[in-house]
């Protein structure tokens, strides 16, 4: 299983990795700085931890094209902010 995590944040990206490692360490981990950089790759996650709030495009966005490409793809949104939580 591909697992995904895209985030601006580096310190984001390496804290959601490294729980993820501690949960499946035999799984192949692949880190995105922005969506832009994730909606590049030719071969997407089969798991993504995505975060919403990034400077454009912004999760929801990248979602949306995500979707466009892989109705499969099992996304996990991420955030610090409360008001997207609730």
Same mark, same amino acid.
């Given at each position: 299983?591909?697992?995904?995590?895209?985030?601006?944040?580096?310190? &984001?990206?390496?804290?959601?990795?490294? @729980?993820? @490692?501690?949960?499946?360490? #035999?799984?192949?981990? #692949?880190?995105?700085?922005?969506?832009? $950089?994730?909606?590049?790759? $030719?071969?997407?996650?089969?798991?993504?931890?995505?975060?919403?709030?990034?400077? @454009?495009?912004?999760?929801?966005?990248? &979602? @949306?094209?995500?979707?466009?490409?892989?109705?499969?793809?099992?996304?996990?949104?991420? #955030?610090?902010?409360?008001?997207?939580?609730?």
């Amino acid at each position: 299983m591909r697992i995904g995590v895209c985030d601006d944040l580096q310190e &984001a990206r390496e804290l959601i990795a490294e @729980k993820i @490692k501690q949960l499946c360490p #035999t799984e192949t981990i #692949t880190c995105y700085s922005s969506g832009t $950089a994730l909606l590049d790759e $030719a071969t997407l996650p089969d798991v993504l931890f995505l975060d919403i709030r990034m400077p @454009k495009p912004d999760g929801m966005a990248t &979602a @949306k094209q995500l979707r466009e490409r892989d109705r499969n793809l099992i996304l996990i949104f991420v #955030t610090a902010f409360a008001e997207y939580v609730f």
